[in-house]
């Protein structure tokens, strides 16, 4: 039967019906545990108690009002992020809510364009970036495969090999530059870490040059590395951060923080959107934020982490683990179709993706235990086996 839905993604072939912690269950009753979290969105797991009682309270109380008038849950929700992105105290910014990661992006590059004013509307990404799939920000994507079908593309956006601080520069023009976005490891694009000290020469960079220093961390936010961000491993404070998946744990919400005085180069009317901040998603944030800060997701995702890393590194079949606390990529030895390997396991009850052909993806709810890290790399070691028997 024709699907009613435009082709624009390949589901697997299951139906899944319900969510509890790590596991999933589908429409036939089968029980799967989840090592991708929806792409690193639902880090408390599924179903969380403290997040689903603020939702269903706030849902009887106030859905929408519209950014006309105030509700407050905002204003909360914007100092929880500020004092997170200045690790534990106030880091000076202001914040824009927004609906998802690519308009968190969209608000990042318009912003960069009003501080920078007329003629410095350029941004630099890097090649193997994603962020986001709307017309800009599938531009600022460093993915040329990505951009042909829909050409021509907004003009303003120029890209370089990630981690090359020279072909960074050589980009960095302060005449028509003000912004470079980056991520600190590139998820989509194979879960990639940025080499060591890239992230703080980048910053010297605008510093000198007077451009901004814009960092995604929409996938790595928010403790997935075993840090609040991933660029507070080099101590640094970007000018712009965006971030969005695990901000509502599935509620869609997604944000962008600023420096104070680069938030002051928007006015009244220079950017909006009808959704963002609303109550409903403010309340699932403010939960989520605050059951984080309880547990100290960022240790737990360093401490699940680095079992996850002993599980495979030297395992049969397996080149290298990269990445960053549970934000993992299984590096294939030569050989290994990791998308096959992918389906395997689902077959065998593991929910994992492939963001490359020889790369297996583990972005596992923080909140998972010993003994289900124990589990997943099991059933992925059994499906690297099977497929290392298939080749040999």
Not at 44 to 63: F, K
């Amino acid at each position: 039967m024709t699907s009613m839905l435009m082709p624009t993604y390949r589901p697997a072939p299951v139906r899944f019906v319900s969510g509890a912690g790590c596991r999933l269950t589908d429409d036939r009753g089968r029980v799967f545990l989840d090592f991708l979290s929806g792409i690193a969105v639902t880090s408390l797991g599924h179903s969380h108690p403290a997040v689903r009682d603020a939702i269903a309270a706030q849902a009887g109380t106030l859905l929408h009002v519209s950014n006309l008038f105030e509700t407050g849950l905002n204003e909360e929700v914007a100092t929880l992020l500020d004092e997170l992105i200045g690790d534990g105290s106030p880091a000076g910014g202001q914040v824009f809510f927004c609906n998802s990661g690519a308009e968190a992006n969209e608000c990042a590059i318009k912003l960069s364009r009003r501080f920078g004013g007329r003629g410095r509307h350029q941004v630099v990404s890097a090649y193997g970036s994603f962020h986001g799939r709307t017309l800009a920000t599938l531009h600022a994507t460093g993915q040329p495969a990505k951009h042909e079908p829909f050409a021509p593309l907004p003009e303003g956006f120029r890209h370089v090999a990630f981690g090359d601080l020279e072909a960074l520069r050589s980009a960095a023009d302060p005449g028509v530059v003000g912004g470079i976005l980056l991520e600190a490891i590139e998820g989509e694009g194979g879960v990639i870490p940025a080499p060591k000290g890239y992230l703080t020469a980048a910053r010297e960079l605008c510093d000198e040059l007077g451009i901004l220093l814009i960092l995604d961390e929409i996938q790595t936010g928010l403790g997935r590395t075993g840090r609040w961000f991933a660029f507070q491993e080099e101590g640094i404070l970007p000018d712009i951060v965006t971030m969005a998946k695990a901000l509502g744990n599935g509620m869609p919400v997604g944000a962008c923080w600023a420096r104070a005085e680069v938030a002051a180069a928007f006015a009244p009317g220079d950017h909006g959107t009808t959704f963002g901040g609303q109550p409903l998603a403010m309340s699932a944030a403010r939960a989520t934020l605050q059951t984080m800060q309880a547990l100290d997701v960022p240790a737990l995702a360093r401490e699940r982490g680095a079992q996850l890393e002993a599980a495979f590194n030297g395992a049969p079949g397996v080149a290298g683990v990269r990445g960053a606390g549970l934000l993992l990529g299984v590096v294939l030895t030569e050989g290994l179709d990791a998308g096959a390997i992918v389906a395997d396991c689902l077959e065998h009850g593991l929910v994992v993706n492939a963001p490359a052909p020889g790369v297996v993806r583990l972005a596992p709810p923080l909140v998972v235990s010993a003994a289900e890290c124990d589990e997943a790399a099991a059933l992925l070691g059994a499906a690297i086996g099977r497929a290392l028997g298939a080749v040999q």
